[in-house]
């Protein structure tokens, strides 16, 4: 997987991941809401994926964090600038938490399967009956992501093409799963520190050697 981290829009640089022909681009547009649109030419108006592994660590680690964070309920960490105190942290986040868990509040149940591990996210552009569908998996050591169109017309509707084209939209004012739409941001302020693994300056993690070495494994063996 090759990432690159380009231009700036709103303050915020674009994050493009690449694997082969698939693009996953993460960007600001002008309304300062968060976009999500993968790409590939060879496919037509049908599912299209993208799988996060342990090759760059700081980014398996962001969509890690991401998970326990929706998991957990964690919408208010000690990163948040309004939130400059433990005790406030901690209280809004008990808050959260009760809301979530005892009066499902938030719309939780639909965007999170406990037992399955799969986060859905239905794109805010338009109703969900419109609106093409975002799926997150945590399957052993790897994130899948599923990107859905919903119908050649929706797809043209949503700002996606059908021809290799989903965007998924994170509203950061009315969403419809406010408050978790701050976690996907905090994924993606993590990602604009991240760098690519082909990088000079690049440090190798844990997360990457292991990957590598049983990587190397699996191809010793075939």
Same mark, same amino acid.
């Given at each position: 997987?090759?990432?690159?981290?380009?231009?700036?829009?709103?303050? !915020?640089?674009?994050?493009?991941?690449?694997?082969?022909?698939?693009?996953?681009?993460?960007?600001?547009?002008?309304?300062?809401?968060?976009?999500?649109?993968?790409?590939?030419?060879?496919?037509?108006?049908?599912?299209?994926?993208?799988?996060?592994?342990?090759?760059?660590?700081?980014?398996?680690?962001?969509?890690?964090?991401? !998970?326990?964070?929706?998991?957990?309920?964690?919408?208010?960490?000690?990163?948040?600038?309004?939130?400059?105190?433990?005790?406030?942290?901690?209280?809004?986040?008990?808050?959260?938490?009760?809301?979530?868990?005892?009066?499902?509040?938030?719309?939780?149940?639909?965007?999170?399967?406990?037992?399955?591990?799969?986060?859905?996210?239905?794109?805010?552009?338009?109703?969900?009956?419109?609106?093409?569908?975002?799926?997150?998996?945590?399957?052993?050591?790897?994130?899948?992501?599923?990107?859905?169109?919903?119908?050649?017309?929706?797809?043209?509707?949503?700002?996606?093409?059908?021809?290799?084209?989903?965007?998924?939209?994170?509203?950061?004012?009315?969403?419809?799963?406010?408050?978790?739409?701050?976690? !996907?941001?905090?994924?993606?302020?993590?990602?604009?520190?991240?760098?690519?693994?082909?990088?000079?300056?690049?440090?190798?993690?844990?997360?990457?050697?292991?990957?590598?070495?049983?990587?190397?494994?699996?191809?010793?063996?075939?």
């Amino acid at each position: 997987m090759e990432i690159v981290i380009s231009g700036i829009n709103n303050g !915020f640089k674009d994050i493009t991941l690449i694997d082969g022909n698939v693009r996953l681009i993460m960007s600001i547009y002008g309304n300062g809401d968060l976009y999500w649109t993968i790409t590939d030419d060879s496919k037509l108006i049908k599912n299209m994926f993208f799988t996060i592994t342990r090759e760059n660590g700081a980014v398996y680690s962001a969509f890690q964090d991401l !998970f326990a964070d929706i998991e957990n309920v964690n919408v208010c960490t000690l990163d948040d600038d309004s939130f400059n105190y433990n005790y406030e942290t901690k209280k809004y986040n008990i808050i959260y938490r009760e809301k979530t868990f005892k009066y499902d509040f938030y719309h939780y149940s639909e965007l999170y399967d406990i037992e399955n591990k799969t986060i859905t996210w239905c794109s805010d552009e338009f109703s969900h009956d419109n609106a093409n569908i975002l799926k997150i998996r945590k399957i052993d050591d790897e994130f899948e992501l599923e990107f859905i169109p919903k119908s050649i017309l929706s797809g043209f509707i949503n700002g996606s093409s059908n021809i290799g084209r989903v965007t998924i939209k994170f509203c950061n004012s009315g969403s419809y799963y406010a408050p978790f739409n701050v976690m !996907f941001m905090r994924l993606f302020n993590k990602l604009q520190l991240v760098d690519d693994v082909k990088d000079i300056k690049h440090q190798v993690s844990i997360d990457e050697y292991m990957y590598n070495q049983n990587k190397g494994k699996c191809l010793m063996k075939r």
